[in-house]
């Protein structure tokens, strides 16, 4: 049986902010690429659809109230959106999970990101669990070096968990691993999760610039981007959980003390101008626990930061409207 790439979403917002639907990635004509990876590599078969399964679509649901409409002004990114241009936004829909072949999500992933790279189009995922930037970032295989900006209370460099290798706890031990990232730089850390002192010890002899977000609350997130190189590709892979439950109430892990909206603009309007943000993705959203559908709303505005700020900066060919 022939599987496809990516399938339309199912929601009553089939696509982010309206957006043209192509799930026919060979036909792929965008500046910027939105595409749903709902599915990660599960620890235990109950994990297989996870809640975080269903945050792409429930993103896509608050269109709405992400962006009350595309020609309105917009205080965060100064103006509409698209800057009043010819941008070309488009909703790749979703990446399918095979049910005879599970372990198959991740490489059709890895391929649907692939072909989005291969378009010239900027590629921002809906997760999902923080399994998924394995693949995405396997996709950029000689397009490095690439700067990882990893926000998360969590650390992520277990090598595996259950004889699996590619599972949310590991994503950024696995980059750590590929030749085309560079540095890694890891903010908003707090707490605990699955790390163990060995995964600190692990992430300390790599190099990786481990910064909680004690030190952001008090020397401000431009103390951070000061450490950042210039003139970088970036990658940025936010868990939900690296913000504070305050805007980001619904997720598996909370962690009291998180990275604010403030700050997370500054650091995305910042990443923008001082280099290239080559790619994002907003993972592990939990929409049964969401509160007033703050998490997928506040998502939805951290894209419509990047977007707005990359057009701006002069990312891509999009003549004045």
Not at 48 to 57: C, G, H, K, L, V
Not at 251 to 257: R, Y
Not at 268 to 276: A, D, M, R, S, Y
Request: proline share 7%; with cysteine; net charge negative.
């Amino acid at each position: 049986m022939d599987f496809p790439l990516t399938v339309p979403p199912s929601k009553k917002h089939q696509s982010f902010l309206w957006s043209p639907i192509c799930t026919d990635l060979d036909q792929l004509d965008a500046h910027v690429a939105i595409i749903g990876m709902p599915f990660g590599k599960a620890y235990v078969a109950e994990h297989i659809t996870n809640d975080q399964s269903r945050a792409p679509d429930a993103i896509r649901a608050m269109s709405d109230r992400i962006c009350r409409a595309l020609h309105h002004y917009d205080f965060d990114v100064g103006g509409p959106i698209y800057d009043n241009r010819a941008l070309k936004v488009v909703d790749c829909g979703n990446v399918p999970a095979d049910p005879s072949d599970l372990s198959s999500h991740g490489l059709r992933a890895e391929q649907a990101v692939r072909k989005i790279l291969g378009a010239g189009a900027m590629p921002i995922v809906l997760g999902g669990d923080h399994s998924i930037p394995i693949p995405i970032l396997r996709a950029y295989e000689g397009r490095g070096p690439i700067t990882l900006i990893h926000i998360d209370a969590h650390l992520d460099w277990r090598d595996e968990i259950n004889g699996v290798r590619d599972g949310l706890s590991s994503p950024i031990r696995r980059a750590s691993e590929m030749e085309h990232i560079s540095e890694i730089f890891q903010i908003g850390l707090r707490a605990q999760g699955s790390g163990r002192q060995t995964d600190f010890q692990a992430a300390v002899d790599y190099g990786a610039h481990l910064i909680t977000a004690y030190e952001v609350h008090d020397n401000g997130m431009q103390s951070v981007l000061d450490r950042i190189p210039d003139n970088g590709n970036y990658y940025l892979t936010i868990d939900a959980d690296g913000l504070d439950p305050s805007i980001m109430p619904g997720v598996a892990g909370p962690a009291l003390g998180g990275i604010t909206y403030v700050q997370m603009r500054k650091l995305i309007h910042g990443l923008v101008n001082k280099g290239k943000v080559v790619g994002m993705d907003i993972v592990e959203i939990t929409p049964t626990t969401d509160v007033n559908n703050i998490s997928c709303i506040t998502a939805g505005r951290l894209i419509v930061n990047l977007i707005g700020a990359a057009v701006r900066a002069d990312y891509f060919d999009a003549p004045p409207l």
